[in-house]
Structure formats: C-alpha cells, structure tokens
C-alpha cells in the first residue's frame, strides 16, 4: 500500500513563497501521475495542480496558474509544489495524491492521499 507524506506547509505573508514536497513510499513511483488538491475551512476540496509520469506534463486549476509550479523527481520518489506570490485566499490544507490516471487524479477520484500539509497565508 502507498503512502504519502507532505511536508514544507506554513505561515507566511502575502506575496511570499512556499515549496511542498511530498514522499512517496510502498510503490513504483514513475508510473503514477501525482497531484495536490486544497482544502479551506467550510469549502470542498479543490483540485490545485497534477503532473504526468512519464512526460511530466502539468496541468493547474485557474487560481494558481501562473504563481504554482508542480514538479517531480522520481529518483526521490517525490512531488513538489513551488508556490509564489502567494495569497490570503491559498489558505488551506494542502493535499497530495496519486494515480494511474492523471484525468482521474484531477477529478479528485484518487483513493490514496496524504495527511495534508497546513498553509496559511496573511494579509
């Protein structure tokens, strides 16, 4: 069974930067697309970013393109996440996941995740 573990949340001000990593363990890594999704105290969990296996093409939820960058390092077994210029509305619990598909992984239809990573961002 795999299992993830995050980790880099925090508090910072507005327009700072923050990286998440995620490790994961119990499982052949490179062929799984891997993800974070987001949750906010009273709002559903959201989709953030996702990358492929094999191309790492990536893929971001509206909110965050253009401040998030996804990443991975396979010989690490690990997932990133570069967040910058950061935002009061980025607050949330951060989540990773993994999947054989990466249009399932985005769909939130992923079974395996984290236990989540607390970032939160001042005004």
């Known amino acids: 069974q795999v299992q993830l573990v995050e980790s880099g949340g925090g508090l910072v001000q507005a327009g700072a930067s923050l990286r998440l990593s995620c490790v994961a363990s119990g499982r052949t890594f490179g062929t799984y697309a891997m993800g974070w999704f987001r949750q906010a105290p009273g709002k559903e969990r959201e989709f953030v970013a996702a990358i492929t296996s094999i191309s790492s093409t990536t893929t971001y939820a509206d909110a965050v393109k253009d401040r998030f960058i996804i990443s991975r390092d396979n010989s690490k077994r690990a997932v990133y996440l570069q967040m910058n210029t950061m935002r009061p509305e980025d607050t949330a619990r951060y989540y990773c996941?993994?999947?054989?598909?990466?249009?399932?992984?985005?769909?939130?239809?992923?079974?395996?995740w984290g236990q989540g990573t607390q970032v939160t961002v001042s005004s």
């Open positions: 996941t993994i999947h054989g598909s990466v249009a399932t992984l985005i769909s939130g239809g992923s079974q395996i």
